[in-house]
C-alpha cells in the first residue's frame, strides 16, 4: 500500500502523457484534480474526463502505449489497466455529458511534474457533491476537500447547478456553517431558502457586517449592550422593571422607558444591535458606559457579566431587549447563547430552558412559571435568531389555581 | 443501598413530640405571578408549623419581584424562614430583597439561624444560599487562578457559615436550609456534567458537623426530592418542579438520647427509614 499513491502517479501520467500527444481533449478529475488543487492524495482512483466521442480514439491510443482496456457494464465510463492501477476514462459523471466548455474552462497545471489540464474546481465540486447520495454521503471526507480548494470555487453556482440534491445541500450548510464557504447571496443560500419569513435573513460571512432587518426587530429590539444610550440609561434607574413598573405591565413600561431614551428610533437601535462582528449581548451596561459596540466586539460575554447595580439585570437586558446572536456561529455555540439569553431577558428568566439547534430549527424544551413566559420563549428566540423556525415545547409548572391546592399533601415523616 | 428489614429502627424507642415543617423552594415568581403562592402561604395554617423557602424566590432578582413575594406570603398564618438563590442575586438587590421580605415577615437567613418554639419544641433553621464546587471525585479545588479561588472558597466559607449557624442552635430539632445541594443524589435527573453548578460537599460536611436532623435544599429544578448525606442525614430537595406539588411537608420527630447516642449508625437507620416513609 505504501507504493500505491506513487504507482498511482505514474499511471496517471502515463495515460496523460499518452491522451496529449494523441491530442485528444481530456481533463484530470476525481480526487486526483483534487489532490492537485490542494487536497489529500487519493490511494486509488485515477480519473480521466473526456467527451464521450473522443472515448474510441483514447481508448485506442492507450491500448496502443501498452494499457489493457476493459468494457465495463457502466454507461458513463470505461475503464483501462495501466499493469494493477485502473484508470476511469468518465464521459458522463454524475450523468452529465463532459462538454467541450468544461474540458476548456480546465487549467494547465503541473501534476507530479507533468504539465496538464485539471478539471476546474467549480465543476470538481459539481461534480463530487452530486455524486453524494444515500449510501455514500460521507461529509467527512468532502469536507477536507472544501478546505483545500475554497478559494478556487464559485460556490454560488455551486449551489445552483447541486440545488437538487439534498446532500449536496447539506454538505454546503456544514460547510457555510463551519464558516469553510461564504454563505450564499440573498434569497440563494440553502439554508435560509426556506425558512419562514423568507426576505433577506442576514446570514452573513466571517467578514462581512450584518444587515439588519428591521422587520425583524420589533421596536423592543433596541437596549443592546455597548449602545451608548443603554450606558446613559444605566445611570440613577437602572431598576428598569421596577422604577418604570405601574401602567401596563412592566414589559411594555420598560420597552417604553427605553423608546424615550433613545431618541433615534428602533431602527436605529436594531442596527446598532446587529453590527460588528462580535456577538451583542443584552447586558452589561455598567461596563460599557462607553461608545457603541465596545462590549460587543469584546466577543463572549457571559449573561449577567456585568450588571447594574440594585436593579433589573441591567438596562440592556430590560424587558423588551432583543439581542441578535452572530449567525455565523456553530449552531452548539448559538445554543449555549440562546441558553444564556433566555436565562436573561426578563420576559422569561428561566436558567433551565434546553436549547438544541437542528436544521436551521431552534428547540426549546423545559418548565415556565406562566403562560406569558412561555409565549415570550418563542418571541426572545426569533428575536435573536431572526428567520430561524422556532419550536417551543416549553411547558407551564404551575397547572391553574388546583395546584396550588394545599388540602391533600402528603407527609413524610423524618425519623 | 438495600434494606432486607424494612421496619424502621426507631420505632423501638418511644415517639417524642413532632413537628410539622412544609418547604419548598424556587417558586421564581416574577411580576406577573401575583396570587399564585398566596393560597399555598395561607393554606399551610394548620397542617405546617412553619414555611421554609428553598431560594430563587425571584425569577430575576429584581426589587419588583421581591415585592410580588413579600405580597404573596403576607397572609401567611404561619412563620416563614427562608434563603435566597442564585436568582435572588441576579439583580444585585439582595439586601433590598431580604429587606422587602424582612418587611413582609419573613426570616431571611445567610449564615445565621433562627429557633422557634412549636408547642414547646424548639426547632432550630440554619441557613445559608450555599453555591456551587462539585462532589466528590468531581470537584473544584482552592487551586489556580484567582477566580477559581475565588469559586471554591466562596462554597467552602459558606459551608463554614452554615456548620457555624447550625452549631449555635439551642434546639431540639436541627434543619439546614440552603438553595444549593448538599449530596449529589438529589441532582439525579440533572445532567451529571453541571453537577459541579449545582451544589457542593462542603454542604454536607457541614450538615453532618453541624449535627442537621434534616436538610433541605433547591435549585436542582430537574434532579430527585431524597438523598441523604455521607454522615446520614436526610436530604431532600424541595425546589418546586422536583416535589410537584405546591410544597413538601416533613414531620420531625424530636431525637430521643437513644436516637443521639445510636449517632453513629445513624446513616443506617435513617436510610431505612426514609426507604418505606410512613405516613402520618
Ligand atoms: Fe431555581
Ligand atoms: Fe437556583
Known sequence: MEDAPRGLRESLKRVAVTLKEADIPFALGGSYACWARGGPEPVHDVDFMLREEDVPQAVAVLAAAGLRPVDPPEDWLTKVFDGEVLVDLIHHPVGRAVTTQMLERSSEMSVDSVRMPVLEATDWFEMTLLALEERYCDLARVLPMIRAMREQVDWDQVRRSTAASPFAEAALLVATRLSLIPPADGDAVSGVRRTPTGGNVPVTGRNVPMSPAPAAFPSSAGGAAGEPQVGQRAGPSTDVAGGAGGAGGADDAAGAALAEADPSGPARRGAAACAGRGRVRGDGPRASPGPAIGTAAAGRMPAGGARAPGGASGAGAGPGSGACLDLTEADEYLAGDLHELLAADPRVAELGLEVVLREGCVLVVGEVATDARRQAVTEVVAEALPGRAVRNEVTLIYRGAVDADTEDLDVETIP | ?280
Open chain 2, 1 to 280: 443501598m438495600t434494606h432486607g428489614v424494612p421496619a424502621p429502627v426507631h420505632l423501638r424507642t418511644p415517639p417524642g413530640p413532632t413537628i410539622r415543617v412544609a418547604a419548598v423552594g424556587d417558586i421564581h415568581l416574577g411580576v406577573d405571578s401575583g396570587g399564585g403562592f398566596a393560597p399555598v402561604a395561607r393554606g399551610l395554617a394548620g397542617r405546617a408549623d412553619v414555611l421554609l423557602l428553598a431560594g430563587d424566590l425571584t425569577q430575576h432578582g429584581l426589587v419588583a419581584e421581591a415585592r410580588v413575594v413579600g405580597e404573596e406570603v403576607a397572609d401567611a398564618e404561619i412563620p416563614i424562614l427562608a434563603v435566597l438563590g442564585n436568582h435572588d442575586y441576579h439583580g444585585d438587590a439582595e439586601g433590598e430583597i431580604t429587606e422587602i421580605l424582612a418587611d413582609a415577615g419573613v426570616t431571611v437567613l445567610e449564615g445565621d439561624g433562627a429557633v422557634l418554639d412549636i408547642g414547646g419544641v424548639r426547632l432550630g433553621v440554619a441557613g445559608v444560599k450555599g453555591f456551587g464546587g462539585g462532589f466528590a471525585g468531581a470537584s473544584g479545588s482552592d487551586f489556580g487562578e484567582p477566580l477559581m479561588k475565588a469559586f471554591v472558597r466562596h462554597t467552602k466559607d459558606l459551608s463554614a457559615d452554615l456548620q457555624f449557624a447550625l452549631e449555635g442552635l439551642d434546639c431540639d430539632i436541627r434543619v439546614a436550609l440552603t438553595h444549593y445541594a448538599p449530596v449529589p443524589e438529589t441532582l439525579i435527573g440533572e445532567r451529571a456534567e453541571i453537577y459541579p453548578f449545582l451544589g457542593s460537599y462542603h454542604l454536607a460536611e457541614a450538615v453532618d458537623a453541624g449535627g442537621a436532623d434534616l436538610a433541605l435544599h433547591g435549585h436542582a429544578h430537574a434532579g430527585s426530592e431524597r438523598g441523604s448525606t455521607a454522615g446520614g442525614v436526610p436530604v431532600r430537595n424541595v425546589a418546586r418542579p422536583v416535589i410537584g406539588k405546591p410544597c413538601a411537608l416533613y414531620e420531625i420527630r424530636v431525637p430521643t438520647t437513644v436516637d443521639r447516642e445510636s449517632a453513629g449508625s445513624a446513616g443506617e437507620w435513617r436510610s431505612a427509614a426514609l426507604v418505606a416513609p410512613t405516613a402520618t
